[in-house]
């Protein structure tokens, strides 16, 4: 293997190119068209005329030195793209307002840390990287403004109508409006374009809020005297300072306002909504539940059992006819609750347990149509509204939680199910839209609380001086 005559089969061509002997192939080789096939750095011999003759190694070595510098700037190209990639989420999430925030101190921080990286290496400062970096912030904060305000405008408009509505929720709305369950006749003022002061004084002054007592007409007989609580109401409540209403909205779902919602002195829930596994986004406090006589009824044999009615003090409401009085409604009721309310009390004696007069009901519906620009449903209102009314009755300042949606507006009704309903939004059996509306425009909150907290503050009647 000492010498040319010696090679074996496959030896590497960087040798026998720079070698000074010669190779003549007992036979002609074929002709050549690459080294696809062989391994990297080695060639049959019978081909190593033809590259030796192709390929000089100066030629050779230059070749490899381009390509390392290719390879080398593509590489540095590959590395600042994937940083710039990494922080595009911050550049473009302009429909949060967090996000504006973030951008903003990482855009600074970003800033001010290639300032003083120069200004160590160069040991000076230049005017006029001072000058663009004041621009560049200027420039950024005008931005993010300008964002911020773009995402508050999709609050909900107190001005929204049945246009709003997607077709077949029309539909369904007309058809209750034709239905007229509840003999709805009303003759009173439309159009009203109260000022939230004045709006608020017709609340305190025309929604009488009060529990069903002992000596309200059929509750009078001797029957009902060992079902009703002997405490009234509002010995039981007291007066309260700051209260919280949670809604049971899907768009509870990963608030993560569990915290402050537990910080308020009382807390009013709705229904069967549950705290045990929600903590976090929806505290565990629960001073007042609302519960319709739908549930009541329905699930009796629930509502005796779970341990969630337990807790706080239990109110339930029924709809009644419009303006009825008591002993018509309590003759014929929406449902018939009456039976269950009395097991109840019969199995849980020491637990607080109210009947909501309905009369509340309906004098707060004809402020809804008072103050609306067309006419709304001849339902009763929602539960939700009914509890933000009863706590404003009960509270100096009340925050309502997810009433109107924040940035997380979802159509899934409950934060504790997977149902979808887009009427769970913008109403159907109930004028929840137009309730949407008067509450907005009471809200003493700011936009940006609804938008980041689905959140509303609202005076209680206590605190509005008429």
Not at 52 to 68: R, T
Not at 260 to 275: C, K, M, Q, T, Y
Not at 322 to 336: G, L, V
Not at 397 to 424: G, M, N, W
């Amino acid at each position: 293997m000492g010498g040319c005559g010696g090679f074996p089969a496959e030896v590497t061509y960087l040798e026998l190119c720079s070698s000074k002997c010669t190779y003549e192939p007992k036979h002609a080789p074929k002709p050549y068209w690459g080294l696809i096939g062989f391994q990297q750095g080695q060639l049959p011999v019978s081909h190593l005329d033809v590259l030796c003759s192709m390929v000089p190694i100066n030629v050779f070595k230059k070749l490899i030195c381009v390509l390392v510098v290719i390879l080398v700037a593509l590489t540095v190209c590959l590395w600042r793209e994937t940083r710039r990639s990494y922080y595009d989420p911050l550049k473009t999430r302009n429909d949060d307002l967090q996000g504006h925030r973030s951008l903003e101190k990482w855009n600074l921080g970003k800033s001010q840390g290639l300032f003083h990286e120069a200004a160590v290496e160069l040991g000076q400062i230049p005017n006029m990287w001072l000058g663009n970096q004041n621009k560049a912030k200027a420039s950024t904060s005008a931005t993010a403004e300008k964002s911020k305000k773009a995402a508050i405008g999709k609050v909900w408009d107190k001005d929204s109508s049945s246009r709003n509505l997607v077709p077949w929720l029309q539909k369904v709305r007309k058809n209750y409006m034709a239905m007229n369950k509840y003999n709805v006749t009303y003759n009173g003022k439309k159009h009203a374009k109260l000022s939230p002061e004045k709006l608020l004084c017709q609340l305190r002054d025309r929604v009488n809020v009060t529990m069903i007592q002992r000596s309200d007409g059929p509750f009078g007989t001797s029957e009902w005297q060992q079902y009703l609580p002997e405490t009234s109401f509002s010995e039981t409540v007291g007066q309260l300072g700051h209260c919280a209403v949670v809604s049971s909205a899907g768009s509870l779902k990963s608030s993560h306002l569990g915290q402050e919602i537990d910080s308020h002195d009382a807390v009013l829930r709705f229904n069967g909504a549950p705290v045990r596994g929600f903590q976090d986004d929806v505290g565990q406090k629960t001073t007042i539940r609302l519960v319709n006589s739908q549930l009541v009824t329905v699930e009796e044999q629930k509502f005796l059992k779970e341990s969630l009615y337990n807790t706080g003090i239990l109110i339930v409401w029924d709809p009644a006819p419009y303006h009825a009085e008591i002993d018509e409604w309590y003759r014929k009721p929406d449902y018939k609750f009456f039976e269950s309310y009395k097991a109840y009390r019969r199995t849980y004696p020491e637990q607080p347990f109210y009947i909501l007069n309905p009369k509340m009901q309906w004098q707060l519906w004809d402020i809804l149509q008072e103050n609306s620009l067309e006419n709304i449903q001849p339902n009763p209102p929602s539960s939700g509204m009914l509890g933000i009314i009863l706590m404003m009755t009960l509270c100096d300042q009340v925050d309502v939680y997810e009433f109107l949606p924040s940035k997380r507006q979802t159509d899934i009704c409950h934060y504790y199910q997977k149902f979808h309903d887009y009427a769970c939004t913008m109403g159907a059996y109930h004028p929840l839209m137009f309730e949407k509306n008067v509450v907005k425009h009471i809200n003493q909150g700011t936009d940006e609380d609804i938008y980041t907290h689905g959140k509303v503050t609202l005076p209680g009647f206590r605190k509005v001086h008429c």
